[in-house]
């Protein structure tokens, strides 16, 4: 089945605490991104890569970071974690770049930073 | 820079109800647009999409119509159910797809039996 997987799906963790969620897709998408959904804001985009080795800023990357080594995985990393990360985290991914193709999400990871 | 404004919710309706839930955009040029939706505990998924003005797109049930003179892309569907209780965003991309896509806010739909 054609999926976007997101672990873990709940995560509580304290300030300062480095942590990894992981976002895998079997599509051979080139084009994955990462979201995060917070009340009455929306979808806002942390960071995106077209392809493997090239990643790009999004409208709120500050605290977090990503890698892109191989085409079906991208990592959101989180140093340094702050309570105001914490929200509702989304990977994305696409065959394209081009976002008119549309986007296939994955289920979501819940974060709470205490 | 381009935007999307869709209708504040939450909506609240009975089974068999018309529903409307607006979109209007701000945007250069003819950017392709879309409607994602995302049920309870679940991600987005792509609901329907249209790619030029006076297109319409459709899906289980859903329409909307790409305006280009009202710059807007309403969804609606006729005759809403229970399983239609979701979050609704309405999203744009530039004509070349070149920049990631820009959401709306969402829109949160309840359908009462």
């Known amino acids: 089945e054609a999926q976007v997987t997101q672990n873990p799906r709940y995560l509580i963790t304290v300030t300062g605490k480095k942590l990894t969620v992981t976002c895998s897709q079997n599509m051979n998408h080139e084009y994955m991104s990462w979201y995060r959904q917070d009340p009455g804001l929306g979808l806002r985009q942390i960071y995106y890569?077209?392809?493997?080795?090239?990643?790009d800023k999004g409208d709120v990357p500050e605290g977090y970071k990503v890698s892109r080594k191989e085409k079906r995985n991208f990592p959101l990393i989180l140093e340094s974690p702050s309570p105001n990360q914490t929200s509702l985290y989304f990977c994305?991914?696409?065959?394209?770049?081009?976002?008119?193709?549309?986007?296939?999400f994955g289920s979501g990871t819940r974060l709470t930073v205490v | 820079g381009d935007s999307v404004t869709q209708m504040e919710g939450p909506v609240t309706l009975s089974e068999e109800a018309f529903l409307t839930i607006n979109c209007t955009y701000t945007a250069t040029g003819y950017p392709s647009l879309f409607w994602y939706v995302q049920y309870p505990g679940e991600g987005l998924q792509l609901l329907l999409k249209?790619?030029?003005?006076?297109d319409k797109g459709s899906n289980k049930g859903f329409e909307a119509t790409y305006r280009k003179e009202t710059t807007s892309f309403h969804l609606e569907k006729g005759s809403v159910q229970v399983s239609d209780s979701a979050v609704y965003f309405c999203a744009l991309s530039d004509p070349g797809g070149n920049t990631p896509l820009v959401f709306g806010k969402g829109t949160r739909l309840s359908v009462i039996a």
């Open positions: 249209a790619t030029k003005a006076d």
């Open positions: 890569s077209m392809n493997v080795e090239v990643t």
């Open positions: 994305a991914s696409s065959t394209s770049h081009r976002a008119n193709y549309g986007y296939t």
